[in-house]
């Protein structure tokens, strides 16, 4: 059965050349199902771009369409600056702080999810029109939680998905929303709704039940007559690419470089978007704790912070990166001696071939979220040290937050408390000194279970979950 998708962003981008799949997991897992089955991505076309809006791709097969929801600028902040980054993204991450409920964001969220959906139904009609069987849909993430419901409006026998990328928050936390329950009811006419971990899909559950006074049994919620599972089906990353990356001639030599150009320091390595989710700023309080507590350390350890700009233009995040820029200052200013600077902060956007050379130049990975549905930086190190380490390379250790859905699976991570600074000061130490065998021993472990939710197998298996739907 051909699928359509509805998504935030488009799964292709333009390049001087032509069209190029666009970057990240998503792209990677889900283009070559589409391909093979068929049928449309349903994606946003933002004030600024001049895609077209309606093309077929790959250019020499046309085997799916991309058909893109023109967005206008005040349209595009209410719905994707507003409802979308400053109400559902901190709420989902418990940092009500930082949300900023307000009447024109929701109504405007409202209108747009109603034109995804339509542009959905629309691609299903054509195909019923031309007598091919009805599509299937899946919908993605906390950007169209309305979605489903206009689609089941228009199509009551549709076969709907829904993946959720984010934690899902305690249902006491949920309903801080004044528009709680009007989402939760748009999500709920789905047929399965897939978390990262089984803990976030028992919050749905729960939401579904303390808010809606739905009946929940097993995995099962039924609402006004509609049954919808709540499963959970957590993530990876591709993990032949990045392992490739990690053994593509001349990676090793680019790590090299990295560390020689450090003065050949140990490293401690972070990778994050700018986001107040991702623990930088308390990251950057504990790696000073650790220089104030290990003075035997100075001149002998970097913490090398690599932040890529995001959501520029959204106060909290313009404030986060002014208080980075002063937090990496401090610490520099009170620490550094000779050539060696404590911390090399770099906000910039790296391809993946380089973060593949830091990975590998890295003695720590210091993932520190405060929340985080999956985390898959996490991911990335364990693929790529574990492959450099079984060729011979120098083995990395991961210091991994325990508030991420990656903590649930990767055993062979040292799990902090984020908001903890003498605790992560002191598993760094600890780290940092891991005999050989034991970081070999951790990081085969942490492949497995990389190997196990590679994003290929993600999508196949939540398909598979959802195409048995019916069926029984
Ligand atoms: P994100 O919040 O974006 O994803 P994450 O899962 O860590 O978080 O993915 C980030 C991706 O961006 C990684 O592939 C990483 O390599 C890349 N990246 C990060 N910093 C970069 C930099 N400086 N330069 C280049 N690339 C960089 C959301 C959820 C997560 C969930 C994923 C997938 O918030 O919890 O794991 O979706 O569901």
Redesign the pocket.
């Known amino acids: 059965m051909s699928l359509v998708l509805v998504a935030n962003r488009a799964p292709i981008r333009p390049t001087p050349d032509g069209w190029a799949p666009s ?4 792209a990677s897992a889900l283009l070559p199902v589409l391909e093979d089955r068929g049928g449309a991505w349903v994606a946003m076309r933002g004030p600024d771009e001049e895609t077209p809006l309606t093309q077929t791709y790959p250019p020499e097969t046309a085997a799916f369409t991309v058909r893109r929801v023109p967005l206008e600028e005040p349209e595009f902040e209410a719905f994707y600056q507003g409802m979308a980054n400053r109400v559902l993204w901190p709420l989902s ?1 418990y940092l009500v702080e930082h949300v900023e409920p307000d009447r024109s964001f929701r109504d405007a969220y409202r209108a747009v999810n109603r034109r995804f959906a339509h542009a959905a139904l629309d691609v299903a009609r054509t195909d019923l029109a031309a007598g091919r069987e009805q599509p299937t849909f899946w919908v993605q ?1 906390y950007h169209m939680m309305l979605v489903p419901e206009t689609i089941r409006a228009g199509l009551p026998d549709a076969r709907i998905g829904f ?1 959720w ?3 899902w928050p305690a249902s006491e936390v949920f309903r801080i929303l004044p528009s709680a329950r009007d989402l939760l009811r748009g999500m709920l006419a789905s047929d399965l709704v897939g978390f ?1 971990t089984e803990g976030y899909a028992e919050n749905f559950r729960e939401s579904a039940r303390d808010l809606l006074g739905a009946k929940v049994e097993g995995e099962t919620i039924t609402f006004e007559g509609h049954r919808c599972r709540a499963e959970s089906h957590p ?1 990876g ?1 591709d993990v032949e690419r990045f392992e490739g990356l990690a053994m593509a001639p001349g990676a090793a030599e680019m790590a090299a470089e990295i560390r020689e150009d450090l003065g050949g320091v140990q490293i401690v390595l972070g ?3 700018l ?1 107040y ?2 623990g930088l700023l308390l990251r950057m309080e504990a790696f000073e704790r650790f220089l104030e507590l290990y003075p035997e350390r100075h001149g002998e350890v970097s913490l090398v912070q ?3 700009p ?1 959501r520029t233009g959204v106060p909290a995040y313009d404030q986060l990166k002014r208080e980075m820029d002063e937090a990496s200052g401090r610490i520099n200013g009170r620490y550094a001696k000779g050539a060696w600077a404590p911390v090399r902060y ?1 906000y ?5 071939a ?2 593949a050379a830091y990975y590998q130049a890295a003695d720590v990975a210091f ?1 520190t ?1 405060l929340r ?9 190190f364990a693929a790529v040290s574990a492959v450099c380490a079984e060729r011979g390379g120098r083995p990395g250790a991961l210091v991994l937050s325990e508030l ?3 903590a649930d699976y990767l055993d062979g991570a040292f799990l902090v408390n984020p908001y903890d600074a003498d605790g992560l000061a002191r598993t760094l130490d600890t780290a940092l000194d891991l005999p050989e065998t034991e970081r070999r021993a951790r990081l085969s472990q942490m492949r497995e279970a990389v190997r196990d939710l590679d994003v290929h197998v993600w999508a196949q298996r939540f398909l598979e979950s959802l195409d048995a739907e019916g069926e029984d």
Request: glycine letters at 8%; aromatic letters at 4%; charged letters at 20%.
């Open positions: 970057l990240g997991g998503l991450h993430d993946f990328h984010v934690p990262h993530i990353i990778v994050d978007r986001d989710t991702k690599i932040a890529t995001s770099r910039q956007s790296f391809d993946q380089e973060l993932v979220p985080d549905g999956m985390n898959l930086v996490a991911h990335e991420t859905g990656a």
